[in-house]
């Protein structure tokens, strides 16, 4: 079983920036063997997906984060990041990663593991 836990979230003024990472477990070299993906939800809101990784590198970004958020992996660590700059309100979230062996794109259907969550809040 895979297992997945975020890290680096936190309290932020608007403007300043975060790094979030997400460790993988429980399968070895699993960063480079699956799809992973950032996923947020805003209280009231729709989970939405903020990112994903393909296994050959390339990436696909929501367009509200594009040009801010950069996702990123080091396989060697089995770890998965999202480097957030630029932050605004509309950012404060709970964020997520999510990893499956299929591709999903930013769809939340498909992704079979989950971590719990590391709580970005951005303040004005």
């Known amino acids: 079983q895979v297992q997945l836990v975020e890290s680096g979230g936190g309290s932020v003024q608007a403007g300043g920036s975060l790094r979030l990472s997400c460790a993988a477990s429980?399968?070895?070299?699993?960063?480079?063997?699956?799809?992973m993906v950032w996923f947020r939800q805003a209280p009231g809101m729709e989970r939405e997906g903020v990112a994903v990784?393909?296994?050959?590198?390339?990436?696909t970004y929501a367009e509200s984060v594009t040009g801010r958020f950069t996702i990123s992996k080091d396989n060697a660590k089995n770890t998965l990041y999202l480097q957030m700059n630029s932050l605004k309100s509309d950012d404060t979230a709970m964020y997520y990663c999510?990893?499956?062996?299929?591709?999903?794109?930013?769809?939340?259907?498909?992704?079979?593991?989950w971590g719990q969550g590391t709580q970005v809040t951005v303040s004005p």
């Open positions: 990784l393909k296994r050959d590198g390339s990436t």
């Open positions: 429980g399968y070895a070299h699993g960063t480079y063997c699956m799809y």
């Open positions: 999510a990893a499956s062996f299929s591709f999903w794109g930013l769809r939340v259907d498909g992704y079979e593991y």
